[in-house]
């Protein structure tokens, strides 16, 4: 998808060694269900708020 946007965008292809698919793997504290609003609301409070339903939101800011 990459390689597509940036022929589209430029009209040139990116050299295979600009970038790699190496991913580190998730540290083991952030797995969780980000579509739990509890969940997402308790560890990520802004993002929740910035997303969430407006009920969801209001709940998401209670202590």
Known sequence: ???K???TATGADLPDDSF???CPELDPDW???FGDGEELG???PRLAEFYAE???A???TRP
């Open 1 to 3: 998808m990459v390689r």
């Open 5 to 7: 946007a940036h022929r």
């Open 20 to 22: 790699t698919s190496h």
């Open 31 to 33: 797995d969780f269900d």
């Open 42 to 44: 308790r560890r990520l």
């Open 54 to 56: 407006p009920d969801q």
């Open 58 to 60: 209001e709940a998401s």
